[in-house]
């Protein structure tokens, strides 16, 4: 299957507790965010997303904050499963007025401890 | 449904070799999109098509062709192929193209030697 970068990231949490995934944004404009999932030999697998005019959203066992003041974005697991073990990436779509732009960032590797 | 397809799901060129990567979706989406995804960089838009009959570059295009073959299929051909262009290809597709949430096939692993 298909892997993702061997040198990313990595937070690891027990099972049952909260996760918290942060993620550094680059642009002002960007007006829309979006969390996937990327487990091992897959593509990414869309979780959740936010309007630049939203500071939360929440989904089920996620929660998405939007700080745009820091140009930050968090995802919080709740109870943690070894199912969300994957490497999980935010993306950004610029706005704009022509073409479609949405910045990936490079992810935060998951690892679940049973 | 399949959701979207990509055919091979690995393949190994030499320098200068030619071939086209294969995707189709069944989800009856507008827009679909290629992407490449190396270590430690998160995925990079190489072309999109924001609905039949219509192409548009991505952030990397460079040595790469698309084509948008029906609402179905958007195919990735790689005419004189490069080690730079090693990397995992993956097609995604979105109901409209400022659609947010995109929908990935498995990837393609390319080497190229």
């Known amino acids: 299957g298909e892997s993702v970068g061997l040198h990313l990231p990595t937070l690891s949490v027990q099972e049952g507790d909260n996760s918290i995934i942060n993620c550094a944004y680059s642009?002002?404009?960007?007006?829309?965010f979006i969390w996937y999932k990327q487990e091992s030999g897959k593509g990414p697998q869309f979780i959740i997303d936010?309007?630049?005019?939203?500071d939360k959203r929440q989904g089920q066992r996620v929660t998405v904050l939007l700080n745009k003041t820091v140009k930050h974005l968090s995802l919080q697991i709740a109870a943690t499963q070894p199912g969300d073990s994957a490497v999980y990436f935010c993306?950004?779509?610029?706005?704009?007025?022509?073409?479609?732009?949405?910045?990936f960032g490079a992810g935060t590797r998951l690892f679940v401890k049973a | 449904n399949a959701g979207v397809t990509q055919t091979p799901k690995f393949q190994v060129l030499k320098t200068g070799q030619s071939m086209t990567l294969q995707c189709a979706q069944d989800?009856?989406?507008?827009?679909m999109y290629w992407y490449r995804q190396d270590p430690g960089m998160g995925l990079r838009l190489i072309y999109y098509?924001?609905?039949?009959?219509?192409?548009d570059k991505g952030e990397v295009p460079n040595g790469y062709n698309v084509s948008r073959l029906n609402k179905r299929e958007f195919s990735l051909r790689l005419e004189s192929a490069a080690p730079s262009q090693t990397s995992v290809y993956f097609c995604?597709?979105?109901?409209?193209?400022?659609?947010?949430?995109?929908?990935f096939g498995p990837g393609t692993r390319l080497t190229v030697t």
């Open positions: 989800m009856n989406h507008n827009s």
């Open positions: 936010i309007r630049s005019n939203m």
């Open positions: 993306a950004e779509n610029i706005g704009n007025t022509g073409g479609f732009k949405t910045i």
């Open positions: 098509s924001a609905s039949e009959g219509t192409t």
């Open positions: 995604a597709s979105s109901e409209r193209t400022r659609s947010y949430e995109q929908y």
């Open positions: 642009n002002s404009a960007s007006d829309y």
